[in-house]
T-cell receptor, first 113, second 116 residues
């Protein structure tokens, strides 16, 4: 069975600062993908970034980057230069060979002006 | 390119009734998955369809069912509605991945179902 754990229910960050969201996971598979999704108040789930487990290099998308520690089964998201539009719920997710996305409970991020 | 479209956006039903939700995937996407989102349980996988066949199923009772049509559009049906079925139902579509698993999923805006 796959599990994804996000232990922080909410975080707050000042605009323009950097924040890191934590995620740990467990899976018995060797091949899998990890994702961070953003869900703003509009409810649309938006893919922020993805990481392929067999790639050692950490993924980066503009202000968003991950710290993928495969041995520790850790997958944290770093948001640099936080913007008001980053305020949303963020979900860590994993998908393996069974094509089923397993989500964490999510974390509510508030960016303060 | 149009995104994933879910209809209706909002729905209010009475206990015991049944409901059908619709999802139109991104053009060319063949995989459609459904998720239930509630404050207590978070996001839970319902089922996944690919080429009109259910490929995976989550741990939900048989009251929850779905199907996929030849144009990849999908419907999910919930019969004998219970208060606990009140949730946001999200649909996601994907291209078939590298043969091992589905690539990134694109989500619709969801259908908010309220059971009274």
């Amino acid at each position: 069975a796959q599990t994804v754990t996000q232990s922080q229910p909410e975080m707050s960050v000042q605009e323009a600062e950097t924040v890191t969201l934590s995620c740990t996971y467990d899976t018995s598979e060797n091949n899998y993908y990890l994702f961070w999704y953003k869900q703003p108040p509009s409810r649309q789930m938006i893919l922020v970034i993805r990481q392929e487990a067999y790639k050692q290099q950490n993924a980066t998308e503009n202000r968003f980057s991950v710290n993928f520690q495969k041995a520790a089964k850790s997958f944290s998201l770093k948001i640099s230069d936080s913007q008001l539009g980053d305020t949303a719920m963020y979900f860590c997710a994993l998908i393996g060979a069974n094509s089923k996305l397993t989500f964490g409970k999510g974390i509510t991020l508030s960016v303060r002006p | 390119k149009a995104g994933v479209t879910q209809t209706p956006r909002y729905l209010i039903k009475t206990r015991g009734q049944q409901v059908t939700l619709s999802c139109s995937p991104i053009s060319g996407h063949r995989s459609v998955s459904w998720y239930q989102q509630t404050p207590g349980q978070g996001l839970q996988f319902l089922f996944e369809y690919f080429s009109e066949t259910q490929r995976n199923k989550g741990n939900f009772p048989g009251r929850f069912s779905g199907r996929q049509f030849s144009n990849s559009r999908s419907e999910m049906n919930v019969s004998t509605l219970e208060l606990g079925d009140s949730a946001l139902y999200l649909c996601a579509s994907s291209l078939e991945g590298s043969g091992l698993f589905v690539a990134e999923a694109f989500f619709g805006q969801g259908t908010r179902l309220t059971v009274v």
